[in-house]
């Protein structure tokens, strides 16, 4: 059984040094902490650098071990990260889960994080996912408190952490395609639909409008029977 912390002691770096930081829910603007890392763009990397002003656990972290609750509950390791207090003033963004300034969602101050992405256990994104257990609400913890137990797998790619499965030395074809809906481009185009009408999303078919994102779904224009069809032919 392999766990978290011994993957970081195996880097080289101390449990001790480090904080795991399991980042969810859904913001106002329909998106996910999920969504945001999706895009491998620098706007997860805004969302999580601000963080409640003058919380010691994370003042006093060297590193940040970040993951996302992903799909049916997964918790996604998405990177190893250097961490050091920056300049608040230095934020000119809005948050991009909340659509605010930082801070404004609950009106309290923010401290501003200086986030330096590690080589450190980089093999690993996207690769491994680690058990949150009943420890579901505390969203941040210390990792050398926290013994996360390793599950392989995650993203539908395998962890070259030694775990014997079957017969030593047997040889097998493991083949696997799959056709997938991304779900960062329906939430898109909510966005997209909202901006468009007022900030109410509306149905383009009856023009039924509601604020409630939940009441309305977006689907694709080209569907995908065309797709697998040509995969099936080949």
């Known amino acids: 059984m392999t766990t978290f912390n011994d993957l ?6 101390n449990p001790k040094e480090v904080i795991l930081v399991r980042h969810s829910g859904t913001g106002a603007t329909g998106l996910k902490p999920y969504d945001l ?6 706007r997860f990397d805004r969302y999580q650098s601000t963080q409640e002003a003058g919380r010691p656990i994370f003042r006093k972290a060297k590193y940040w071990a970040s993951f996302v ?8 390791f998405v990177s190893l990260y250097g961490a050091s207090l920056g300049d608040a003033s230095d934020v000119d963004w809005d948050c991009p889960l909340s659509g605010l300034k930082p801070g ?5 101050p923010y401290d501003f994080y200086l986030l330096d992405k590690r080589e450190e256990l980089s093999r690993l994104i996207a690769k491994l996912q680690i058990r949150w257990s009943e420890s579901e609400r505390s969203w941040v913890q210390y990792a050398h408190k926290n013994e996360k137990i390793v599950e392989l797998g995650a993203m539908g790619v395998s962890l070259d952490v030694p775990e014997p499965t079957s017969e ?3 040889r097998v074809w493991r083949t696997q395609l799959a056709i997938e809906r991304s779900g ?17 999303l509306c149905c383009d078919a009856c023009q039924f ?14 569907p995908l029977m065309a797709e697998r069809a040509t995969i099936q032919s080949r």
């Open 168 to 170: 030593e030395g047997r």
């Open 69 to 76: 609750s992903g799909p049916e509950n997964t918790t996604i």
């Open 8 to 13: 970081i002691r195996k880097a080289g770096l």
């Open 184 to 200: 960062t481009i329906g939430k898109r185009a909510k966005l997209k639909n909202a901006e468009l009408n007022g900030g109410h």
């Open 209 to 222: 409008k509601h604020p409630d994102p939940s009441m309305f779904d977006a689907h694709h224009i080209s």
């Open 104 to 108: 404004q969602d609950k009106n309290k």
């Open 37 to 42: 890392w999706l895009e491998r763009s620098d």
